[in-house]
């Protein structure tokens, strides 16, 4: 559910036009250079993420890793059409951070299934590692690394990109906690029943 709530988040953000996540920045700027189409970017990139994160720590990793890997890019083939033909959803900054919202609550979804980190969070992870710094540090600092490639690259930048390498990160600290307190109410209730 988590991957494929990033996949529609992520062509949400792609069509609304207004800047974009890091990865998407990335995609674009090599499609000047490619005719190789977004979803199958998506799911290169994500191959090589994953690379790394297994050569560097390969326990974090698991079956959600690949599943992440290949779904995230079919997810974005399968809903581009039908979001591309949504015309109110075109060069609009609100559904740019709805789109936003959407990635933030698919990675925290994601993460808490526990079944391995997804390429993009395996890189963050093991740049927190790397760097002794915070999950919100580690994202800010991989999201700019990859927009500045993506940018020399032709890839757009705009006030989504922004959002995405600020507040992304936060975003999804702030949906594992949320995800984290419904668990432990949830528990709690069934306790009370018995």
């Not at 069509?15 to 974009?20: D, L, V």
Request: a neutral charge.
């Amino acid at each position: 559910m988590g991957t494929i709530l990033m996949g529609i988040g992520i062509e949400t953000v792609v069509i609304a036009n207004q800047g974009f996540d890091s990865i998407s920045t990335l995609i674009l700027g090599l499609m000047n250079h490619s005719t190789i189409p977004f979803g199958r970017w998506s799911q290169i990139i994500s191959l090589l993420f994953l690379l790394i994160s297994f050569l560097y720590n390969h326990r974090m990793l698991g079956i959600g890793s690949i599943i992440n890997t290949l779904l995230v890019g079919e997810i974005i083939n399968i809903t581009a059409s039908m979001i591309n033909s949504i015309t109110f959803f075109h060069n609009n900054l609100i559904i740019t951070l709805l789109g936003f919202i959407l990635i933030a609550l698919g990675t925290a979804v994601y993460l808490t299934g526990g079944l391995g980190s997804g390429p993009l969070e395996g890189i963050m992870f093991c740049i927190c590692d790397l760097f002794d710094v915070s999950l919100q540090k580690g994202r800010i600092t991989m999201d700019f690394i990859i927009v500045v490639s993506g940018f020399f690259l032709g890839g757009v930048v705009g006030i989504g990109t922004l959002f995405a390498i600020f507040l992304l990160g936060p975003m999804i600290q702030l949906f594992l906690s949320f995800i984290k307190i419904i668990s432990i109410d949830n528990v709690d209730s069934k306790v009370k029943v018995k």
